[in-house]
Antibody, heavy 117, light 112 residues
Framework: QVQLVESGGGVVQPGGSLRLSCAASGFTFTTYGMNWVRQAPGKGLEWVAFVKYDGTTKYYADSVKGRFAISRDNSKNTAYLQMNSLRAEDTSLYYC??????????WGQGVLVTVSS | DIVMTQTPLSSPVTLGQPASISCRSSQSLVHSDGNTYLSWLQQRPGQPPRLLIYQISNRFSGVPDRFSGSGAGTDFTLKISRVEAEDVGVYYCMQSTQLPLTFGGGTKVEIK
């Protein structure tokens, strides 16, 4: 069955860095775009970043542009989100989601990132 | 950015009765390719979001046919024909026509 498993979350101080991973299985990873979507505690959904199936194209929300970097390794069926210069407002549950034809077919369970001193 | 506005914020429904959620976008969601990239997602308590409907009215694999979507341009609706206990949760509309991708604020469906 389809699985997206996020890892790498935790507590980090403001200004710090974290790298999230999203390991995919059960579908043809190399044909799906990959996204990161976050959800602050008790809040709604915010799209963060997208990487095309072949890694050639990347897009970011303005709120993270210049601080976060999305990437993927198709040989490992894994997507990543490198998060630098973290701020308190980045505290959220981060979901990875696989997309095709502009729809978000598959979602992981999420990984919690807390930015606090 | 395209702003997605959902109403109502909360919808108490009796089991077996219908429910309806509206979503309005601040500009047309018709893409230059002619498609309208409006999706509906369900988030049950403590769970990740799940795709229900894409391109206004197409049910995703495994989604019960009591869920239906309609609309055009800037106005869209999700309907549940007969609410079941497992339908409790928050429903989000989402546009993927234009970057940045944006979501509605969510509508909580709960049982009366």
């Amino acid at each position: 069955q389809v699985q997206l498993v996020e890892s790498g979350g935790g507590v980090v101080q403001p200004g710090g860095s974290l790298r999230l991973s999203c390991a995919a299985s059960g579908f043809t990873f190399t044909t799906y775009g990959m996204n990161w979507v976050r959800q602050a505690p008790g809040k709604g959904l915010e799209w963060v970043a997208f990487v095309k199936y072949d890694g050639t194209t990347k897009y970011y929300a303005d709120s993270v542009k210049g601080r976060f970097a999305i990437s993927r390794d198709n040989s490992k069926n894994t997507a990543y989100l490198q998060m630098n210069s973290l701020r308190a407002e980045d505290t959220s549950l981060y979901y990875c989601a696989g997309s095709t034809s502009r729809k978000f077919d598959y979602w992981g369970q999420g990984v919690l990132v807390t930015v606090s001193s | 950015d395209i702003v997605m506005t959902q109403t109502p914020l909360s919808s108490p429904v009796t089991l077996g009765q219908p429910a309806s959620i509206s979503c309005r976008s601040s500009q047309s969601l018709v893409h230059s390719d002619g498609n309208t990239y409006l999706s509906w997602l369900q988030q049950r308590p403590g769970q990740p979001p799940r795709l229900l409907i894409y391109q206004i009215s197409n049910r995703f694999s495994g989604v019960p046919d009591r869920f239906s979507g309609s609309g055009a341009g800037t106005d869209f609706t999700l309907k549940i024909s007969r609410v079941e206990a497992e339908d409790v949760g928050v429903y989000y509309c989402m546009q993927s026509t234009q970057l940045p991708l944006t979501f509605g604020g969510g509508t909580k469906v709960e049982i009366k």
